[in-house]
């Protein structure tokens, strides 16, 4: 595709549920990052795989909250036991090797309601 | 620890107005600064990078490592300016993104 794709655009879920959310890099992209951003706040980093080295999973909230990618294909975001709080936009983005000097493309991101 | 601060949530301007985002970080090292801009409705995208001390649709950005500031500035705003400004520092391979500030440019 010509773009970082995202999916679902939408999702509404209830607490306690379990929620995946889907991120399609550009092709040939090493480089993938989860990025949340709650209403009024800026973006929170979450975690970033690049190439086959360990994930840098700092980021992540809670261990709730987990990542794949395979390859340097498709990523999967999913949040276990989805609580109030989790509710925000989940951005990916991913640039040719690493964010130095290289500027990330973003993708249109996840709404996560969680009622 | 690297934090990246802009001060203010929304800024409105008349068009032809000058404009000044602001951003100061805290980093303990040689910083790498890039402002992203998400115009309505579309996708967040990069602006300019310091680094390479470019101007972008009007916008420049001087890094000032005395005051750690990297504010935005256009001298003249254009009402298509209106958009989500967001400032980032780079640290060890990812970035780290302010708040936001919502830039409004009236007719």
């Known amino acids: 595709g010509a773009g970082v794709s995202q999916s679902p655009s939408n999702k509404v879920t209830e607490k306690g549920k379990d929620v995946e959310l889907r991120c399609d890099p550009i092709?040939?992209?090493?480089?993938l990052y989860w990025y949340r951003q709650r209403l009024g706040q800026g973006l929170e980093f979450l975690i970033y795989?690049?190439?086959?080295?360990?994930?840098?999973k700092s980021g992540l909230p809670s261990d709730r909250f987990s990542a794949e990618r395979t390859g340097e294909s498709v990523s999967t975001l999913t949040i276990q036991r989805t609580q109030q709080e989790d509710s925000a936009v989940y951005l990916c983005?991913?640039?040719?090797?690493?964010?130095?000097?290289?500027?990330?493309?973003f993708g249109s991101g996840t709404q996560l309601s969680v009622l | 620890a690297q934090r990246v601060t802009q001060p203010e949530k929304l800024l409105s301007v008349f068009k032809g107005a000058p404009v000044e985002l602001k951003c100061n970080y805290s980093?303990?090292?040689?910083?790498?600064l890039f402002w992203y801009v998400q115009y309505s409705r579309q996708r967040l995208q990069l602006l300019l990078r310091?680094?390479s001390r470019e101007s972008i649709k009007g916008f420049t950005a001087d890094l000032n490592k005395g005051e750690t500031s990297f504010h935005l500035k256009k001298p003249f705003a254009q009402e298509e300016d209106s958009a989500m400004y967001y400032c980032?520092?780079?640290?060890?391979?990812?970035?780290?993104f302010g708040t936001g500030t919502r830039l409004q440019v009236f007719p």
């Open positions: 980032a520092l780079l640290d060890t391979d990812k970035l780290i």
């Open positions: 980093y303990s090292g040689s910083p790498e």
């Open positions: 795989f690049q190439g086959n080295s360990a994930p840098d």
């Open positions: 092709s040939g992209h090493t480089a």
């Open positions: 310091h680094i």
């Open positions: 983005a991913s640039t040719l090797h690493r964010a130095t000097n290289e500027k990330l493309f």
